[in-house]
């Protein structure tokens, strides 16, 4: 009798423990990426995302709508769409710190409409990329980066931001 008391006081504890993981889940889904609110939908969003970045000679290397994947299986998404770019002369020199980069280079944003409406738009921090994988010899270009992808998503999510609205 005590051992099944045991034995259930042990599942009580690990489902417990399985609840506090899933709910702290979206705080450790968020570590590492800069969200910002847009002032419009996701869609324009990352068309302005596009003008400015290929204004600049980044490479638009695809966008991905996830809202017309999931009506494509009879589901259904509020506007989300992925865009990834980038250019070689940015990301060659850190994968020859580290080619594990690779798998987050290109870089990618992410715009989505929340349920009350609203458009947001993430990105990975170039810190915790450099972090993640540990290239601390090209502090430089992670620090051009940073600084590039804020005015760029600012022009993108802010009216006034492209000359193009």
């Known amino acids: 009798m005590l051992f099944k008391m045991m034995r259930r006081a042990g599942a009580v504890t690990i489902a417990a423990a399985l609840l506090l993981i899933s709910l702290s889940a979206p705080t450790v889904a968020a570590e590492g990426l800069i969200i910002k609110d847009s002032d419009f939908g996701a869609t324009k969003t990352l068309d302005r995302l596009g003008i400015a970045l290929e204004r600049k000679g980044i490479k638009i290397f695809k966008r991905i709508n996830h809202a017309k994947g999931a009506a494509s299986v009879g589901a259904s998404l509020p506007p989300t769409e992925v865009l990834i770019f980038g250019t070689p002369k940015i990301g060659t020199p850190l994968m020859q710190s580290n080619p594990m980069i690779g798998l987050d280079l290109p870089l990618k944003a992410l715009a989505w409409e929340t349920a009350d409406g609203k458009s947001k738009l ?32 600012s022009m993108a999510t802010k009216r006034g931001g492209l000359p193009i609205q």
């Open 122 to 153: 993430a990105y990975s921090d170039p810190a915790w990329l450099a972090a993640r994988y540990g290239i601390s010899d090209r502090a430089k270009v992670f620090k051009g980066m940073a600084a590039a992808l804020d005015k760029f998503t």
